[in-house]
């Protein structure tokens, strides 16, 4: 069966320093992922999308980056961390025409 | 790009209550996905619907594709049942992009 890794499950970091989440996925090839954020008490905002390795889709042009070094692997990052980067960041992945997706567990990160 | 409305933004009901969520979206799609966020923030899929009816348990879905709109029917909710619930649709045409709604806020009081 197919299972989704992401860690870790909070972070608290100071403003400036730099920020690395991974997400894996096992059991399945070529998947779709996703990197989400979510505020506290909004919806869910679209950060990036991956349909294969090295192949990255930006929906927001901030501070963050991500990459796909490996097929079932999807790294977010950032340079240096911004007050506003605190909130909920939540990994995805689905298969084209097989079905839905399904997320990992998130991480809280807090910047202070 | 796609337009995906969620409504009501929020719901308060008492226990035992039946409650319709709805969801609209402004172009043709080939994934539409129910969720449930729990208090802890995990999404938990409840159905993936992209048209036609199913039914788990006090939970059914219909997505009515030709006319843009998905609902979700809870009956005999509990407090459980609190949350926020979430669509989200890949729209048809090659992009891959997973859009959310922005949820409704459903408060089942005991």
């Known amino acids: 069966s197919q299972t989704i890794h992401q860690w870790p499950a909070t972070l608290v970091q100071p403003v400036g320093s730099p920020l690395s989440l991974e997400c894996t996925v096992e059991?399945?090839?070529?998947?779709?992922l996703y990197w989400y954020r979510q505020a506290a008490g909004r919806g869910l905002q679209l950060l990036f999308y991956?349909?294969?390795?090295?192949?990255i889709s930006s929906e927001v042009p901030q501070n963050l980056s991500a990459s796909r070094p490996q097929d079932r692997q999807f790294i977010l990052s950032s340079k240096k961390l911004l007050l506003s980067d605190s909130g909920f960041y939540l990994c995805?992945?689905?298969?084209?025409?097989?079905?839905?997706?399904?997320f990992g567990q998130g991480t809280r990160l807090t910047v202070v | 790009g796609i337009q995906v409305e969620q409504s009501p933004p929020d719901l308060i009901l008492q226990e035992g209550a039946n409650s319709t969520l709805r969801c609209n979206f402004s172009?043709?799609?080939?994934?539409l996905q129910w969720f449930h966020q729990n208090p802890w923030g995990q999404l938990i899929n409840l159905f993936y619907?992209?048209?036609g009816t199913k039914q788990n348990g006090r939970l059914s879905a219909t997505t009515v594709a030709t006319e843009r709109y998905s609902l979700l029917y809870i009956s005999s909710s509990q407090t459980t049942d609190s949350g926020v619930y979430f669509c989200?649709?890949?729209?048809?045409?090659?992009?891959?992009?997973?859009?959310f709604g922005k949820g409704t806020k459903l408060t089942v009081n005991p």
């Open positions: 995805a992945w689905r298969v084209t025409g097989l079905g839905g997706a399904f």
């Open positions: 059991g399945t090839s070529n998947p779709n």
């Open positions: 991956s349909v294969g390795i090295g192949q």
């Open positions: 172009d043709s799609v080939n994934n």
């Open positions: 619907i992209p048209s």
């Open positions: 989200a649709v890949v729209t048809q045409g090659g992009s891959e992009k997973l859009v």
